[in-house]
């Protein structure tokens, strides 16, 4: 009785964390700023050529006009320079080499896209980001309104099936952050695919030259703002930022999520405790699909993650139905990136093997 009880307990306190780590969503919305710096918008490009004229045809067409496109070619061995160079005013920075000892790829791209630029507010957008032509004007908006640093979490925008199994990871690095939960806590750091800072910000922090070797640039950029009492502010990209992550098929999404899920989760600092316990009680559903009473719960979780996910991507009834298939597949992926985290100790990612 005493066991069937806890196991009652177990279950119903870790679905409750699931609403309350996601109860406080903010989504990028349209504003206008209440001036208009010089922006400078700086792209990081390795082998981007399936991204990179999508993203800048986008910004384009954005409403804000001070602005200064900058893509850095991060040694890409694919078209992605030939394609930059077909734009008019767009600066290229080009990497012609591998960064220098003790630098990281996506640092090293970012850093060199700072020092080629001129703005006094600096953006820097994944190439793989689609934003709405109102998109660089509101993010401009909010970093005057808030100050410190803004950072946004792209919708995900699906046209393969397998684009769906991201559902798990999407739904983790959500909660993980702490930014949208009813908990009083700073987040635990910033989001990569967009992140907007002031130039004058970014100076007295060093920026990206702060942690060179850092893997997890984008937690290790807003933890450095936080540290150095600068606030930070995460968002959820709505209708206004939105990407595909990984368009070229499963192998390329395994190996995606892989390079980081470990060590992502290693920093999560007291975040963890909450989306582990939140975990638990959802395998812990799994388990008991077929056993009544507590197979109720599996559906309880289903609902909880179909009302989530809507939100954040591409996602059906069917994903919240089947989120069994999507743990699973995100069980195998976070043992995989576990075991190149601390048996190889280093990780691969477009053709660059990384050191961790």
């Not at 177990?10 to 406080?24: D, P």
């Not at 082998?47 to 990179?52: C, F, R």
């Not at 930070?232 to 899920?261: C, D, H, I």
């Not at 993650?305 to 298939?325: C, E, H, N, P, R």
């Amino acid at each position: 009785m005493i066991q069937h009880l806890l196991r009652h307990v177990l279950l119903i306190s870790s679905w409750l964390i699931g609403w309350m780590l996601f109860s406080r969503m903010r989504f990028l919305q349209k504003k206008i700023p209440s001036r208009r710096p010089s922006v400078s918008l700086i792209v990081p490009a390795r082998n981007e050529e399936l991204n990179i004229g999508k993203i800048l045809s986008a910004l384009k067409k954005q409403t804000y006009e001070n602005l200064e496109i900058i893509v850095v070619n991060d040694n890409s061995t694919d078209n992605t320079k030939k394609i930059v160079q077909s734009f008019e005013n767009v600066k290229l920075v080009d990497l012609s080499s591998e960064p220098p000892e003790g630098w990281a790829g996506k640092s090293w791209a970012c850093w060199n896209g700072y020092l080629n630029s001129s703005g006094e507010i600096l953006i820097f957008m994944d190439a793989d980001v689609e934003p709405a032509p109102e998109a660089v004007e509101s993010l401009v908006a909010l970093q005057l309104e808030h100050d410190g640093l803004v950072s946004v979490w792209p919708y995900q925008r699906f046209e393969r099936c397998y684009e769906h199994l991201s559902l798990p990871f999407n739904m983790i690095v959500i909660g993980s952050m702490g930014s949208f939960s009813v908990f009083k806590t700073k987040p635990m750091g910033a989001y990569g695919p967009v992140i907007v800072v002031s130039r004058r910000d970014y100076e007295a922090t060093q920026g990206h030259a702060a942690f060179k070797d850092g893997v997890l640039d984008d937690i290790k950029l807003g933890r450095l703002f936080l540290q150095r009492g600068y606030r930070v502010e995460n968002f959820l990209g709505g209708s206004l930022t939105k990407f595909r992550m990984y368009p070229q098929g499963l192998a390329q999404l395994f190996e995606g999520f892989s390079k980081n899920m470990a060590l992502g989760a290693s920093s999560l600092g007291p975040m963890f405790f909450l989306v582990f316990f939140w975990m638990v009680g959802l395998y812990s559903g799994m388990g008991y699909l077929f056993s009544f009473p507590y197979s109720l719960y599996y559906f309880l979780f289903a609902i909880q993650i179909y009302v989530v996910s809507k939100k954040t991507g591409d996602y059906t009834i069917v994903d919240a139905l089947l989120y069994l298939l999507h743990y699973l597949f995100f069980f195998l992926v976070f043992f995989v990136s576990l075991y190149k985290v601390i048996f190889l100790k280093s990780v691969e990612w477009k053709g660059r093997k990384i050191r961790v």
